[in-house]
């Protein structure tokens, strides 16, 4: 293999990254409010954590009071988009988080377990 | 030709009806939040919304939060709807005299996010105290 040759792969190499980094940009946000907090993932292809491709939609809000914490996370299906909400102790609070056709949501802190919703 | 003709006008009218729609390709995300707060209580609302077009296919995500403390609370949150989605969180503290309060609504569209946060303050004898905040993004038509 002559050196001609290596340059060209690298070359080759290069453009194929160029070509794949604007599907793999990554766009987020994260806000803050008093003692609650979100954040917002786009364009990452993570896949999704648990294989629970149901399409997930809640929560109960019925049930405010407080607790140590409480948060939820939604992937969708493909995992290129993921929000997610979450509060601090103290007071009343609730949650809620939803995605298109496909996607996770998952809730943390009291409750979970009843509040896990996935349909 | 007389039934040819019409039937070709019928055609060139279906045709943008017929055309495959396909939504701009990427990714945008944002969010928005507000707090309201006098004398001991608070009232705090957000939200996040994600979509990403791409080859792989369409996704969007949005997560809505709310709490308030204070000797009477309310908070509420919820988002609905499929591939576009709408999201709702509202929070309220109040003791009889002072209130805060505060709602966020988020739209999830098959291009853009759009959160708005209102937020009011208000104690007896005085006019109310209030702000809006908005994030949105939309991703560029190409």
Known sequence: MNMRTMKLRHAYLLLACLAASPALAQVSASVTAGSIGGTAQAGSHTPPNTPDDRVARGPRTDDTRNCDSRGVRVQSGNGSASASASASPGGSSAVAGGGSPGAHTEFFGCDADDKRSAR | ?142
């Open chain 2, 1 to 142: 030709m007389k039934i040819i003709l019409p039937l070709a006008f019928a055609l060139i009218l279906s045709g943008p009806a017929l055309a495959q729609q396909t939504s701009p390709q990427g990714s945008v995300t944002a969010g928005s939040g507000g707090t309201a707060a006098v004398g001991g209580n608070s009232a705090s609302t957000l939200g996040a919304g994600a979509v990403s077009n791409s080859p792989n296919g369409d996704a969007s995500a949005l997560g809505m939060g709310a709490s308030a403390a204070g000797d009477n609370t309310k908070t509420r949150a919820g988002v609905h709807g499929n591939n576009n989605l709408n999201g709702n969180a509202m929070a309220m503290a109040h003791d009889g005299g002072d209130m805060a309060k505060s709602h966020t609504v988020c739209h999830d569209r098959s291009d853009s996010v759009d959160c708005r946060t209102k937020t009011m303050a208000h104690e007896p004898g005085g006019p109310p105290v209030k702000s809006t905040s908005q994030g949105e993004a939309a991703i560029p038509q190409q």
